[in-house]
């Protein structure tokens, strides 16, 4: 523990793998996001895809958890989840959520926040698709978020939905699809030494972005 203690109150890391100045930005936030995310897929970067969601429920409660960036476009940023969820139900009770992206090797973070709202029926059967089949069994034996009394129990339920659904396509749950964030704010960080990072804010008025730069 004292270890521990130590570690957590003397833990530091110079961030010097570049810059981020006015004249790299595009004037698109999502163009800008698109080059990172390419830079961190060229670079090996394990699932640089994955982000932080986090939502709040009614109770003005936040929760936050890891989820899989699936399309970025200029509707924003979509994922799938199960609408049943407690992710889910807060999205849905809410209407609002932030994402954040952490690449540690490239010293990069963006922070997204905005709107959200369910993708078409016909994207998420068209997404649905090109899962794994045992993912799809999975999307309907999960009841997510929800206790579960055994891990048989499970499963058992996983056993039953392979035999049901044997020799034909798995369908989509109803209760499981995309959510895309229509994003009104995103932050570019970039890691500098001696904690003085660069930050760039990108915001929407009127649908017109506005860049500004922030203090560290």
């Known amino acids: 523990m004292d270890k521990l203690k130590h570690f957590l ?6 961030y010097d793998k570049g810059i981020l100045a006015e004249n790299h930005l595009d004037p698109d936030p999502l163009k800008q996001f698109s080059y990172w995310m390419e830079m961190a897929v060229r670079e090996g970067i394990p699932e640089p895809n994955a982000m932080d ?9 936040p929760s936050s958890r890891i989820v899989l960036l699936r399309t970025c476009d200029q509707r924003g ?3 799938f989840t199960n609408y049943e969820s407690r992710k889910g139900k807060d999205l849905l009770s809410n209407g609002f959520a932030s994402l954040n992206f952490f690449w540690q090797q490239q010293a990069r973070q963006v922070r997204v926040a905005g709107s959200v709202c369910k993708v078409s029926p016909e994207e ?9 089949r045992e993912s799809q069994i999975g999307a309907w ?7 579960l009394n055994s ?10 939905l392979e035999k049901e659904y044997e020799g034909r396509e798995v369908p989509r749950p109803p209760h499981w699809g995309g959510f895309v964030l229509e994003p009104d704010r995103i932050e570019f960080w970039q890691g500098r030494p001696n904690r003085l ?12 972005w ?3 730069r922030l203090f560290p």
């Open 9 to 14: 109150k003397h833990s530091r890391q110079q």
């Open 53 to 61: 969601l986090s939502t709040v429920d009614e109770s003005c409660r």
């Open 77 to 79: 940023f979509t994922f």
């Open 124 to 132: 998420s059967d068209e997404y649905f698709s090109t899962r794994p």
């Open 141 to 147: 034996a999960s009841s997510q978020s929800a206790y």
């Open 151 to 160: 891990r048989q129990e499970l499963e058992e339920a996983i056993l039953a």
């Open 197 to 208: 990072h660069d930050r760039f804010l990108y915001e929407k008025t009127n649908d017109i």
């Open 210 to 212: 506005m860049v500004f």
